[in-house]
Nanobody, 115 residues
Framework: QVQVVESGGGLVQAGGSLSLSCVASGIIFSISPMGWYRQVPGKQRELVARIINGGSTNYADSVKGRFTISRDNAKNTMYLQMNSLKHEDTAVYYC?????????WGQGTQVTVSS
């Protein structure tokens, strides 16, 4: 059974930093494509950053240079380090992992950036 659990959201002032974590079980973590997405009410969920096969990373233009995605295969954990946060980064952040061609989502964690 695949389980995906995010943590680390919260309230931060603009310009501050937060780190999100995503623990996934029931998969071979090291070979699973995975990423972070976010969603605000009334809008579609959007890609923030992802790690694909081979360890390559992609970022949304809006977060390049501010956010860093990484993972620790030994801990089955993926991270999103968010620096220089802006009000417009406020959203529910979701972790997604792909295992055997099926996407699994976490429950989401709220990030609120006060201006």
């Amino acid at each position: 059974q695949v389980q995906v659990v995010e943590s680390g959201g919260g309230l931060v002032q603009a310009g501050g930093s937060l780190s999100l974590s995503c623990v996934a079980s029931g998969i071979i973590f090291s070979i699973s494509p995975m990423g972070w997405y976010r969603q605000v009410p009334g809008k579609q969920r959007e890609l923030v950053a992802r790690i694909i096969n081979g360890g390559s990373t992609n970022y949304a233009d809006s977060v390049k240079g501010r956010f860093t995605i990484s993972r620790d295969n030994a801990k089955n954990t993926m991270y999103l380090q968010m620096n220089s946060l802006k009000h417009e980064d406020t959203a529910v952040y979701y972790c997604k992992v792909n295992w055997r061609y099926v996407d699994y989502w976490g429950q989401g964690t709220q990030v609120t950036v006060s201006s």
